[in-house]
Each structure stands twice: as C-alpha cells, then as structure tokens.
C-alpha cells in the first residue's frame, strides 16, 4: 500500500459510508456501520505516518502539517461515532429523532467526515474552498435535525452566517488567482497550493493583502472568531450533542487549517502585509470577549461553545505570534482543546438526557447521583481552563511565556482574558458538578470509554510528551514560519 | 483586447453596480424580486460576453445557469413564497434608505480606491471588473445587514454571489468557475428551500449582543 492509496482512502471511505447509510434502515446495524467506517478512516489515515508521501498532485497532497490535522480529525471522527450510538439509542427511545432522520444524520455524518478530510489534503485552494462548504453544509442540516423552532432557528442562522463567510473566502481565493495568473500563468497550476508557495514571492503585494483580508473574514467566520461568532453558541447548543463535539473539536479546525495554509502563502511574500498582527488582534478580541460572555450563560452547551470561542482565539492568537515557539504551543493547543473539548460534549450530551434540559441551574451535584459522569466532567473542566498538570495547561503556559519573552504587552489581556474564563467556568463547575442533587437520578446508560479516552490523552501529554511528537510538531511549527 | 470588447464588458459590469444600487432602494418585496431578476439577466450577459471574449466556451455554462435559475426559477419561487406567506407588504429596513445610500456610495469609494491600487501590469479589463465585482459584493452585504426580511436577506446574498461570478468569470483562465458557480446554486436552493418550508419570516442573524440574550436558553 502506498501513501497515494491511503489518502484516497480517507476520502472514499467516509463516501461509500454516507451512500449506504443513506439507504440501510435500522438502528443496530447502522450505528455499528458508522463506527466501522469512522475506524477503518482513522487506520487509513494513521498509516499515512508511516508510507512513503507521494509527489504532490494538483489537487491531493500531503505534508507534515496536514497529517496532523487529518489524524485528529479521524480520531475525534471515530470516537463521536462511539459516543453518538448510545446518544442516539437514548434520542431514538425518547422519540425526538425518528428512524428516517436516523438514515439522515449517519449519511450527513459521513459526508461532513468527507468533506473534513478532503479540505485537508486537498492541495488546490479552490477545491479546499468546495470542502470547506461542503462540511459546512451538512453540519448545518445535523443542527437543524431536531426540527423545534429553536434548531431551525439556529440552523438558519449558521447557514446564513456561514454562507456569507463562504462568500468573502471564495472571492479572496478568486483574488489569489489573479495575483498568481500573472506569475503561474493560466489554469489549475495557479490554484496549486505547492506551487503558489514556490512562486508567491514574486505576486502582486496589494492584490495579496486584499485577497488576505478577505480569507481572513472569510474563514474566521468558521474558526468562530468574535465578532463574527454569532452562528457558534447557537449552532452548539440546539444540534444533537454528538455534533456539537465535532463543530467544536473539528469543524473549527478545518477552517483555521485554510487560514494557516494562506498565512503561509502570506508570509513567504516579504513586501506583503504581515498576517500576524491580524490574526492575534482577532484572536485577542476572541479571548477577551467569550471569556466575559461565559458568565452570563444559562444553557450548559452554550457554555462550553463560549469557552471554544476562547480556545480558538488563543490559537489564533499563538498562530499570529508565530516564530518556532509561539506556533508549537498553537499547535499543541489545538490538539489539546480538540480533544478535551469533544470530550466535554460526550460528557455533556448524557448529562443533559439524563436530567432532560441543559439548563445549568436545574443541573446540580452530579458527583453524588452519577460519580462516573460528574467527575469525567470536572476533569475535562479542569483540563479546559489549564489547571495543571493536563495538557492544556502546558500548552497555554507556553502561549504565554513566548508572548511575555517577545511582548509582554500583549501577554496582559491575553492573561486577563484566561483568568476570567478560569473563573466562570469554575463558578458553573461547582453549582454542576457538587451540592444537593437536583433533577432525576436515573441511572446514566452512557458510554464512558470515548471521553475518559480524550481526557487520558490529555493527561498524558501534560505529563509526558514523547520526543517523536515533540521533534514532529517542533517541524510542523518550523513549516508555518 | 479590442476597445469595443472592452467597453461592452466594461458597461455590463457596470450595469450590475447600478443595479445593486436599485436593489438598496426598493421598498416592495415583489419590486425587489424584479430587479433582482432583472440582475441575474445582465449578469448572464456579461459572463456571456466573458466567454466570448476569452473564447471559453464553458462560462457559457455558467451564463446559462445564471440566467436560467437566478433570471427565472429563483424569483418565480421567491414570488410564491412571498404570496404564501403574506408579507407582500411589508419591507422593514434598519436605517434609512438615504443612509443606507450614503454607505454604499461610500462602500463603492472605497473598493475602487482600493483596487486602483493594485498593480497595473495586471490586465485592466481583469482589474476593473474587479473593482466591479468588490462593489457589487459590498452592496449585497450592506443589504444583507440593513434587512430585516428573510427574504430580503436572500436577495442580497443572491446579489452578493453575482458579484462573485462576475469576478470569476473575468479571471483569465480560472478553472473550477463552472463547479463553483454549481456548487453556489445548490447552497442558494437550500435557502430557498429552507424558506419556503420553514416559513422563516425574519433575519436571525446578528452581531447585536442584546438580541443574543433574546435567543433560547440565555433567557434570565
């Protein structure tokens, strides 16, 4: 088998899965068929560590920035599988989803898992621009599946929102075509991200900054980047959790992945602008923002799309810094708050069928009604507001200390800004997580393994990174400049 | 590229900002729909003229598709979505149509200024529709904000993507504009279609923190 098998695997896989799902009656057979296709993606796209890469195509590629991305991807991909069968059993029973809507969202779920995987390894800025819509698309339809008012509104909301974004980014990539036409010539090779990288240099510098600020807006959108954010908190918390686990832990990176990938091209041009000052004003105003926004939440879901908010403004915030160390923390960061953060929706998801609202305030000692639950959540809270010694708080301590090593400045608000959605977050942890228990007390049917699994890792990267890790993202961060 | 080629193309586009224009300033929704028809035909023209003047058969395509789907079937859907809902009347705008007139004249400032800039050696005809192009794009943002109509807010996103064709198609030579062009007539289906089976009256979207609270689970 060769690299150029695996990476067509990786989309055909998830493909061939939404066909068949699409037309398989039945909850048994189809939720397990969900979960062998997550898996067999995620073997296709870890063997892609260890095969020889192929030269680069004209629209396929990989790199040493993109696999991370795509085995996070699956991963997360595969263990929201796992979590959304008993999400599901538990949905399908209470009668809010029905068995057509069932075929539905396990086809849209592996279409959004295609068009994920294809904005990763597509090395042609406007097929990148199709995936992106493609798995924006069909996570807008999943938000809507419920069909109350509250998800139509929310569903019309992000569709409406996110076309819009999808619009300015098409027009900055039509904008990178015309700066690179000139140099590249005409056809597919200007779209040619390897080949842009190699030529970008030599572009028009105005016509760049243009095509930046657009792709900025554009993509930012998705990342969810304040003030552009409005889709994200609503998009959280009408969905099906399963989808709330993926729009935060893999549908923002996408997004923020297609924004890398051009501040790259941006940066190997000197005489244009520099995105960085951009990207950590943006990610700056993310950070300070959501992480006030969070005290005055009532919706547990909310809650925590607020907190992801915050989390991609300090990576941005890190990718905007940029330099070696600056962009490792941003990286481990991300990987990080995707894992902990789906991690907390699993566990979110069966509190909130459980007690039968996500209203926090009718939410109330879980530690003592459902051990197993509560403290799975008061330790992925922990990790998410970087209480050592899991990940996140390695990965914000090294945001921080290279901000205050080069502009101590920026490292004040950025420190503010963690601080206070520190504290929100505990104040909500306490009323949930300890106290008189609240609510029914029915015995959890819930599936521990994926979010005890995330937050495990999380754990362990905190503790111990493993130096291939290191010396590979330590490249990675070298890549993005 | 002749001086005649490029005086058509270069009416054609600027027909399309004109168009924007009476778009900004109409205060009846059946009005609104055909002048928005009336867009998407120009439009067609243009990237018709494009396809001649490249001598790229396929934007013909996208001619087609534009005058077919955004000239005829999306306002005749539109149209009876209107007539179903019974809003006929009404067309709410957050400020005024003078106001919103100023901004846009300023918005059509600003994207020329700004894409005058740009490198000369580029291709004129390419720069200026451009520049076209970024207006058109710009007023049916402003329009999308300054509605408060679902429908309305269609319009201006459907204005919005004639821009963005408009600004492929005078790209020499960029591939992809035929799937894109598809690939936006789908999403602005979906809308419609939302619309249409949804009955969703009013714009949800908004950047104003006041109207966030109003949103479901946030309530005090």
Partial sequence: MTASIAIRAVLVIPAIAAAILALLPGYRLTSRLNVLASLLTLLAAASLFFLPRPEPGSYLFIDDLNIVFIVLNCFVGFTASVFSMTYIAHEL??????????????????????????????????????????????????????????????????????????????????????????????????????????????????????????????????????????WLPDAHAEGPTPISAVLSGLLLNVALYALLRFKMLLAANHAAINPGPLMILLGLLSLIFASFMLYRRRDIKRLFAYSSIEHMGIIVFAFGMGGPLANFAGLLHM??????????????????????????????????????????????????????????????????????????????????????????????????????????????????????????????????????????????????? | MNGLSFDIAHLLAGGLVLISFILLYQDRLYALLNVFALQAVVLALSVAWQAFAQNAPHLYVTALIALILKGIIIPVALHRTIERLGIHREIETVVGIGLTMLVGL???????????????????????????????????????????????????????????????????????????SVAFSVLVAFIVIGVFLFRIRERFDTVDVGALHMSRGDSE
């Fill in chain 1, 93 to 230: 029973e209470t009668g809010k989803l029905t068995p057509i809507y069932l075929r539905f969202y396990h086809a849209m779920f592996q279409t959004m898992m295609f068009g994920m995987n294809l904005a990763f390894v597509s090395n042609n800025i406007g097929l990148m621009w199709v995936a992106v819509e493609l798995a924006t698309l069909s996570t807008v339809l999943m938000v809507g599946i419920y069909r109350t008012p509250a998800a139509l509104e929310a569903a019309w909301k992000y569709f409406i929102l996110g076309s819009v974004g999808i619009a300015l980014a098409l027009f900055g990539t039509i904008l990178f075509y015309m700066a690179a036409q000139p140099v590249v010539g005409e056809g597919i090779d200007a779209m040619v991200w390897t080949i842009l990288v190699q030529k970008v240099a030599t572009f028009d510098p105005a016509l760049l900054n243009v095509a930046f600020v657009f792709l900025l807006l554009g993509y930012g959108t998705k990342v969810g980047l304040a003030p552009l954010h409005a």
């Fill in chain 1, 335 to 481: 990987v990080m708050h995707s894992l902990t953060k789906s991690g907390i929706f699993y566990a979110v998801g069966h509190v909130s069928q459980i007690k039968g609202t996500q209203r926090i305030a009718e939410i109330r000692g879980l530690t003592t009604t459902h051990p197993w639950l509560g403290w799975g959540l008061v330790l992925g809270v922990i990790a998410i507001i970087g209480l050592p010694p899991l990940g996140i708080f390695m990965s914000e301590f090294l945001v921080v200390s290279s901000t205050f090593a080069r502009s101590p400045l920026l490292a004040l608000p950025l420190v503010l800004g963690l601080l206070v959605a520190l504290g929100a977050l505990l104040l909500r942890l306490t009323g949930v997580a300890f106290g008189e228990p609240l609510g029914s007390t029915a015995p959890a049917r819930a599936s521990y393994i994926p979010m005890y699994a995330h937050f495990l890792i999380v754990l362990a990267a905190g503790i111990y990174l493993p130096p291939p890790l290191v010396s590979w993202f330590q490249n990675v961060a070298g890549l993005l400049g």
């Fill in chain 2, 106 to 180: 300023g918005l059509v400032a600003l994207s020329l200024l700004l894409m005058m800039q740009v490198n000369v050696s580029a291709d004129a005809l390419a720069r200026e529709d451009l520049a076209f192009a970024l207006c058109v794009v710009l007023l049916g943002l402003l329009m999308m904000v300054t509605r408060r109509n679902a429908v309305s807010q269609i319009v201006g996103f459907m204005s919005l993507e004639n821009g963005l064709v408009l600004a492929a198609t005078g790209a020499k030579g960029m591939p992809l504009v035929v799937e894109i």
